[in-house]
T-cell receptor, first 115, second 113 residues
Framework: DAGVIQSPRHEVTEMGQEVTLRCKPISGHNSLFWYRQTMMRGLELLIYFNNNVPIDDSGMPEDRFSAKMPNASFSTLKIQPSEPRDSAVYFC?????????????FGPGTRLTVT | SQKIEQNSEALNIQEGKTATLTCNYTNYSPAYLQWYRQDPGRGPVFLLLIRENEKEKRKERLKVTFDTTLKQSLFHITASQPADSATYLCALGEPGGSYIPTFGRGTSLIVHP
């Protein structure tokens, strides 16, 4: 299994531009999570999907952020318009809802820099 | 909401010694507590889970303890190696077995040869 796949690995964009981050979860996993990690705030949950349905989006900072999961093998996180304070590493993680250990499998992350 | 405290200062130890990392929480007792390892430029990797009714869990050179009275978990790596150098994050699951753990900021471990 290739694990969780994220693209791009690095993104540099100018303030005001639209940014789209992509994630392919592990096949067979029914839960998907988007996180943001910064030195100041650590790892923050943005949104959680179960069976492709958004369950908890209380961590989404504001309306500029949106996430979709059109099918079990693909999810996107979009920021429009982007701002310098959005600069962070964004992780996608997937898990099996019935997992005994509740473990999450993280992708390699997308490092976003907004100038 | 749960507040999780992990030492922000890096822990430096000599190869072969036991490394001990601390995770403290301030509010409700979690249903479970996980430890993850994160290497630079990579996502966290799950290591161990301990449940609220367990005192200790072991896996190879790793040992985790859970003290609900002290509201603390200790993570031990015995016979540490330079390859153990990484950031270690604890994550707490809410009572009721939430699938969404809350992560601490992590502690950096540096093992010197």
């Amino acid at each position: 299994d290739a694990g969780v796949i994220q693209s791009p690995r690095h993104e540099v964009t100018e303030m005001g531009q639209e940014v789209t981050l992509r994630c392919k979860p592990i096949s067979g996993h029914n839960s998907l999570f988007w996180y943001r990690q910064t030195m100041m705030r650590g790892l923050e949950l943005l949104i959680y999907f179960n069976n492709n349905v958004p369950i908890d989006d209380s961590g989404m900072p504001e309306d500029r952020f949106s996430a979709k999961m059109p099918n079990a093998s693909f999810s996107t996180l979009k920021i429009q318009p982007s701002e310098p304070r959005d600069s962070a590493v964004y992780f996608c993680a997937s898990s099996n809802h019935g997992s005994h250990n509740y473990e999450q499998y993280f992708g390699p992350g997308t490092r976003l820099t907004v100038t | 909401s749960q507040k999780i405290e992990q030492n922000s200062e890096a822990l430096n130890i000599q190869e072969g010694k036991t490394a001990t990392l601390t995770c403290n929480y301030t509010n409700y007792s979690p249903a479970y507590l996980q430890w993850y390892r994160q290497d630079p430029g990579r996502g966290p990797v799950f290591l161990l889970l301990i449940r609220e009714n367990e005192k200790e869990k072991r896996k190879e050179r790793l040992k985790v303890t859970f003290d609900t009275t002290l509201k603390q978990s200790l993570f031990h790596i015995t016979a540490s190696q330079p390859a153990d150098s990484a950031t270690y994050l604890c994550a707490l699951g809410e009572p009721g077995g939430s699938y969404i753990p809350t992560f601490g900021r992590g502690t950096s471990l540096i093992v010197h040869p």
